[in-house]
């Protein structure tokens, strides 16, 4: 089992600045891809940014310009740099990691979720 703790989340003001941690622990083998989701009140669980374990990312054009999401191999950690916050990325931000076991066998996790609110 993989564990992912998110943290970094909090109230800000329109144009404000967050960044967001996820640091992943247990039965850790190898970690592919990692990334952040959000969810709005009433709307679908979205795509934020990923990054692969050789750090290939892909930002969504909501965002693109405004976050940059980066990790921490050595410490199995992935962050998400926001700036210029706008009240629409009011969300719940949800962690996800893609393990792979020594097996081969991927499976996806995630973490619990930190509410980030952006006052206008």
């Known amino acids: 089992q993989v564990q992912l703790v998110e943290s970094g989340g909090g109230l800000v003001q329109a144009g404000g600045s967050l960044r967001l941690s996820c640091a992943a622990s247990?039965?850790?083998?190898?970690?592919?891809?990692m990334g952040w989701y959000r969810q709005a009140p009433g709307k679908q669980r979205e795509l934020v940014a990923t990054?692969?374990?050789?750090?290939?990312?892909n930002i969504a054009d909501s965002v693109k310009g405004r976050f940059t999401i980066s990790r921490d191999n050595a410490k199995n950690t992935v962050y998400l740099q926001s700036h210029s916050l706008k009240p629409e990325d009011t969300a719940v931000y949800y962690c996800?990691?893609?393990?792979?076991?020594?097996?081969?066998?991927?499976?996806?996790?995630w973490g619990q979720g930190t509410q980030v609110t952006v006052s206008s």
């Open positions: 990054i692969t374990s050789s750090g290939s990312t």
């Open positions: 247990g039965n850790i083998f190898s970690i592919n891809a």
């Open positions: 996800a990691a893609n393990h792979r076991n020594r097996l081969g066998i991927t499976r996806d996790y």
